[in-house]
């Protein structure tokens, strides 16, 4: 398991330095082969994440909550990961509409009529509005899938932490068991001591009379 765990939290570190070389963007830089990369790596931190879970089940018991929160922490960085993706996709589509919307409004052909009547700031307001509510669109889905990725986040934690209290009540009610076994072992030990000394006492007597 430690070697999984080392493998996967390597993984990690590894995605995070593609996302720097994003964020530096050389001239010789490959965006499709980084971006394939990221995405790869982020599908196998999940499936190892996975073959951990089950790993941290079959651990010894005093060591699975520990076990158990490596796990989540390598989840949360997946999650994290994940989103950073998305929000870098997004901000290339929407940086890849304005380029085309720019290209597209410098190559627009006017003719002139008997009002000469441009339309070049109508369509630039036009254009203006269009961004903002890409942008607000945008800004929606990314705020979402935060919310959804923090929803999952809180199910995963109560998930281990009913798991945990069921583990304690099975704890509790094996120990509660061994207790009143001990008990009654001890009662029944007393009883057999107290007739022992009676039965010998009884036998001296006995001798006693008859040897008297």
């Avoid at 720019?102 to 627009?108: D, K, Q």
């Avoid at 008997?114 to 254009?127: F, K, L, R």
């Avoid at 929606?140 to 923090?150: E, W, Y």
Wanted: aromatic fraction near 4%.
């Amino acid at each position: 398991m430690e070697t999984l765990y080392h493998q996967t939290n390597k993984l990690v570190q590894e995605t995070q330095h593609l996302f720097s070389q994003l964020e530096k963007r050389p001239s010789n830089l490959d965006l499709e082969e980084i971006e394939n990369a990221i995405e790869s790596k982020i599908s196998l931190i999940n499936s190892n994440c996975e073959r951990l879970d089950v790993l941290c089940l079959k651990g010894p018991i005093s060591q699975r909550q520990n076990a158990k929160m490596r796990v989540d922490q390598l989840k949360y960085d997946s999650r994290h990961l994940n989103a950073a993706l998305n929000t870098w996709r997004n901000q290339l589509l929407r940086k890849q509409r304005e380029e085309a919307e720019r290209e597209a409004l410098l190559s627009r052909t006017f003719t002139a009529n008997d009002h000469i009547d441009i339309m070049i700031d109508h369509n630039s307001q036009h254009n203006y509005s269009l961004r903002n509510a890409l942008s607000g669109v945008d800004d929606i889905i990314s705020h979402g899938t935060g919310i959804l990725d923090s929803l999952r986040s809180q199910r995963m934690t109560l998930k281990g932490a009913h798991k945990r209290l069921i583990d304690i009540g099975n704890t509790l009610g094996l120990s509660n068991t061994t207790m009143r076994l001990i008990e009654t072992r001890a009662r029944q030990d007393g009883v057999i001591l107290v007739a022992g000394m009676i039965f010998t006492c009884i036998v001296i007597v006995l001798v006693i009379i008859y040897l008297a």
